[in-house]
């Protein structure tokens, strides 16, 4: 027997979570349908900057504020700016006035989990197929909108409203759009850290008490002290697509020799992310949507977040547009009782310019970071931010000059 559900919603990240919290605080029933098998199946890891524009907005949205501010990582705006050899050419401390507080993504993730009904969330559900039910299925008497999702244990479900918050390569997208993510001309390598000050003081040194930028043309280290002590890094590299598939990454010490040839010359603390890291290397490459994707209004479905908008992260605004969509998609639909179409045209109209100017400033960024020249771009970047503050005062608490 197939299962009915008036809302469903596909993906159980930030976004996901963040819509069904709001629909729960305006007593909207939803059930969120999660791949994994469990909340504690992998470590969420990554630190986030939560803005005070959109993703605090959502937080208040979910009527979660005391909660959020219990796991704010203090300090954690601090950023520094260096360049190959170490030399730090801007640093700022966290002085709580930016209004992008730090959390951790597995503790804000865990708050919105812990925040919803108990079966709100079916875990280990992978979706394989999502289709809208038409006449000749329903028996002639078809609902406008209704669609089915399958999954791999072979259970289908309905909905009369099913919500993509399934990631870049989400499978409820192709329902509204051919879009898929490409290669944006940069890849990632993860290493972490741990228990840095004792075990890693020249990294920790390095990495300094938030976050760090460290740069050199096409190639650059970006990393983040997290709250445990550990430090997160990310080595990005301007690289043809093909060139994650030219490593073994299963091999950990060749993996490491390939990342430190990328890093010759560059300084010994800055080279230890990589010789000294105490995972394997992760590599991941970088794809984003289209700037300015959007899609026909389609009964019954909509998208948020990644599925809608995936762009590179180096305007830092993904975690903060999936929570924000989220919160905004769930307060249209309760704004809007019995008339899902109308709330969903609200809810996109405002969506897809928004995600347009994230995608743009997002893909200007990565151009700026990831140039012959950097951190150049990056620090004239900052000093037209210094401008902007009162007194037109940059936020520097080093010596660099």
């Given at each position: 027997?197939?299962?009915?559900?008036?809302?469903?919603?596909?993906?159980?990240?930030?976004?996901?979570?963040?819509?069904?919290?709001?629909?729960?605080?305006?007593?909207?029933?939803?059930?969120?349908?999660?791949?994994?098998?469990?909340?504690?199946?992998?470590?969420?890891?990554?630190?986030?900057?939560?803005?005070?524009?959109?993703?605090?907005?959502?937080?208040?949205?979910?009527?979660?504020?005391?909660?959020?501010?219990?796991?704010?990582?203090?300090?954690?705006?601090?950023?520094?700016?260096?360049?190959?050899t170490?030399?730090?050419?801007?640093?700022?401390?966290?002085?709580?006035?930016?209004?992008?507080?730090?959390?951790?993504?597995?503790?804000?993730?865990?708050?919105?989990?812990?925040?919803?009904?108990?079966?709100?969330?079916q875990?280990?559900?992978?979706?394989?197929?999502?289709?809208?039910?038409?006449?000749?299925?329903?028996?002639?008497?078809?609902?406008?909108?209704?669609?089915?999702?399958?999954?791999?244990?072979?259970?289908?479900?309905?909905?009369?409203?099913?919500?993509g918050?399934?990631?870049?390569?989400?499978?409820?997208?192709?329902?509204?759009?051919?879009?898929?993510?490409?290669?944006t001309?940069?890849?990632?390598?993860?290493?972490?850290?741990?228990?840095?000050?004792?075990?890693?003081?020249?990294?920790?040194?390095?990495?300094?008490?938030?976050?760090?930028?460290?740069?050199?043309?096409?190639?650059?280290?970006?990393?983040?002290?997290?709250?445990?002590?550990?430090?997160?890094?990310?080595?990005?590299?301007?690289?043809?697509?093909?060139?994650?598939?030219?490593?073994?990454?299963?091999?950990?010490?060749?993996?490491?020799?390939?990342?430190?040839?990328?890093l010759?010359?560059?300084?010994?603390?800055?080279?230890?992310?990589?010789?000294?890291?105490?995972?394997?290397?992760?590599?991941?490459?970088?794809?984003?949507?289209?700037?300015?994707?959007?899609?026909?209004?389609?009964?019954?479905?909509?998208?948020?977040?990644?599925?809608?908008?995936?762009?590179?992260?180096?305007?830092?605004?993904?975690?903060?547009?999936?929570?924000?969509?989220?919160?905004?998609?769930?307060?249209?639909?309760?704004e809007?009782?019995?008339?899902?179409?109308?709330?969903l045209?609200?809810?996109?109209?405002?969506?897809?310019?928004?995600?347009?100017?994230?995608?743009?400033?997002?893909?200007?960024?990565?151009?700026?970071?990831?140039?012959?020249?950097?951190?150049?771009?990056?620090?004239?970047?900052?000093?037209?931010?210094d401008?902007?503050?009162?007194?037109?005062?940059?936020?520097?608490?080093?010596?660099?000059?």
């Open positions: 027997m197939t299962t009915h559900h008036p809302i469903a919603i596909i993906g159980g990240g930030l976004g996901g979570l963040t819509t069904a919290r709001v629909l729960h605080t305006r007593g909207i029933a939803s059930t969120v349908f999660e791949l994994e098998p469990s909340r504690a199946a992998r470590v969420q890891g990554g630190m986030l900057d939560i803005h005070e524009d959109n993703g605090q907005v959502a937080v208040a949205a979910a009527g979660l504020v005391e909660e959020f501010t219990s796991i704010i990582h203090e300090g954690g705006e601090a950023m520094r700016i260096l360049d190959h170490g030399t730090v050419l801007r640093e700022e401390l966290d002085d709580g006035l930016r209004g992008r507080p730090e959390v951790e993504r597995g503790q804000l993730r865990d708050l919105l989990i812990d925040s919803l009904p108990e079966g709100t969330i875990w280990g559900r992978k979706v394989v197929a999502v289709r809208a039910v038409d006449d000749a299925v329903d028996g002639g008497g078809g609902v406008e909108g209704r669609h089915e999702v399958e999954f791999a244990d072979g259970e289908i479900i309905t909905t009369d409203l099913l919500i918050a399934d990631g870049a390569w989400s499978r409820v997208r192709g329902l509204v759009s051919d879009a898929i993510p490409s290669y001309g940069i890849s990632f390598v993860e290493t972490d850290l741990f228990d840095a000050d004792e075990r890693h003081p020249a990294e920790a040194a390095a990495m300094g008490p938030g976050m760090l930028f460290a740069l050199r043309d096409d190639t650059g280290i970006l990393g983040h002290r997290e709250t445990d002590g550990s430090l997160h890094a990310y080595l990005g590299f301007r690289v043809d697509e093909d060139w994650i598939d030219t490593i073994d990454f299963t091999d950990d010490d060749a993996a490491k020799r390939a990342m430190l040839d990328r010759d010359g560059w300084d010994d603390a800055l080279r230890g992310f990589v010789s000294n890291a105490d995972t394997g290397l992760t590599a991941r490459r970088i794809n984003a949507l289209p700037i300015g994707h959007t899609w026909e209004r389609t009964p019954g479905v909509t998208l948020l977040g990644d599925a809608a908008h995936v762009m590179s992260p180096f305007a830092g605004e993904g975690a903060n547009l999936a929570m924000y969509d989220g919160a905004l998609l769930a307060i249209a639909i309760a809007h009782p019995g008339d899902t179409e109308t709330a045209a609200a809810y996109e109209r405002e969506l897809f310019p928004r995600s347009a100017a994230s995608a743009a400033e997002s893909a200007a960024s990565l151009d700026v970071i990831f140039s012959p020249g950097s951190p150049a771009g990056l620090l004239e970047q900052f000093a037209r931010f401008e902007l503050r009162p007194g037109g005062a940059p936020a520097q608490t080093s010596g660099a000059e």
